[in-house]
Each structure stands twice: as structure tokens, then as C-alpha cells.
Nanobody
């Protein structure tokens, strides 16, 4: 029932751009805080960017100035625009939906690979 489906990942060269999308269904998307996390090979999952139901945003230091998170409640979709990509951005990117007192939802992830 609940689904978060990421798309838009791929292989890009350093300095390039990529736009990730997360299509949500099966829950009240508009009242959930949304976020993008990533997990690099051999590393822990880390928060990249978040956007609340009220449209407040926050970013990891590594993402500030390069990444932009946005959401379209009419389309039940959250986006991550990634510019000036670096090899260290290489990771599986996961979509997350969170609400107080409710277990978070996770997508399956989309691979982003940035070549040097």
C-alpha cells in the first residue's frame, strides 16, 4: 500500500547535475516531512536534505549550495536537484517520509554514481 519509489539516478561526470524524484503513494503525503538520505559504499546512511510539510528545508553541510530539495504535494512527489556533483556524492539515495508517532517510510533507493 505505502510506496516510495525513487528515480532519476544514474552515472554522471563530476560537475554535472542530476534530478532525483520520489513518487509517494498510500499515505497522506502533504502532512509528512520528507527527506533524502544516502549511503555510500562501506558507510553509514546520512541525511542529505529534508523538507517539512510546512516547506522548511535543511541540508547537510556537504550539500549546501549544491543541492535543492523541493516537493509538489499535488503530485505526491519530492525532488532532489543535485548540481556540481562530486565523486564523493556517489551513493544510493533513499527517499524518507516521517511523521510524529508514526514509523517512517523508506524507498528502495536509486544509485547515483559520479565519475572523476
Amino acid at each position: 500500500q505505502v510506496q516510495l519509489v525513487e528515480s532519476g539516478g544514474g552515472l554522471v561526470q563530476a560537475g554535472g547535475s542530476l534530478r532525483l524524484s520520489c513518487a509517494a503513494s498510500g499515505f497522506a503525503f502533504r502532512i509528512y516531512d520528507m527527506a533524502w538520505y544516502r549511503r555510500a559504499p562501506g558507510d553509514q546512511r546520512e541525511l542529505v536534505a529534508g523538507i517539512t510539510s510546512g516547506l522548511s528545508t535543511n541540508y547537510a553541510d556537504s550539500a549546501k549550495g549544491r543541492f535543492t530539495i523541493s516537493r509538489d504535494n499535488a503530485k505526491n512527489t519530492v525532488y532532489l536537484q543535485m548540481n556540481s556533483l562530486k565523486p564523493e556524492d556517489t551513493a544510493v539515495y533513499y527517499c524518507n517520509a516521517k511523521r510524529v508517532m508514526i514509523s517512517p517510510f523508506w524507498g528502495q533507493g536509486t544509485q547515483v554514481t559520479v565519475s572523476s
